[in-house]
């Protein structure tokens, strides 16, 4: 189900996005034909879009691995089995 989901959004960004036959995500980047010439005003936004949009999804993805990490951190914390209550420890 999960696949799925990813899948949907990822084809919701096609003018940005393509995935490969090995599901490999790759940002379309506009590059210039001549290095030396700017790119053109359109490219230029088209480019800054998709890098909005890449922060987007980091930025959400990087709370899941956060609440993620924050538990772990807590469990992994407890030397020991037993429990205290907050009335011992003060």
Same mark, same amino acid.
């Given at each position: 189900? =999960? %696949?799925? !989901?990813? $899948?949907?959004?990822? =084809?919701?960004?096609?003018? #940005?996005? =393509?995935?490969? *036959? ?8 506009? $590059? ?5 010439? *700017?790119? *053109? $005003?359109? %490219?230029?936004?088209? /480019? ?10 980091? /930025? ?6 956060? $609440? !993620? @990490?924050?538990? @772990?951190?807590?469990? /992994? ?6 429990? #205290? ?6």
């Amino acid at each position: 189900m =999960s %696949d799925s !989901v990813i $899948r949907h959004n990822l =084809s919701l960004h096609h003018n #940005i996005l =393509s995935v490969s *036959p090995d599901d490999l995500v790759e940002l379309k980047q506009a $590059r210039p034909a001549d290095i030396t010439q *700017p790119l *053109p $005003r359109a %490219d230029v936004m088209e /480019n800054a879009a998709s890098d909005l949009i890449v922060a987007s999804y980091r /930025n959400q993805l990087s709370h899941v691995f956060v $609440r !993620v @990490a924050i538990i @772990a951190l807590a469990v /992994n914390g407890c030397a020991t089995q037993e429990t #205290i209550t907050i009335g011992e420890m003060f």
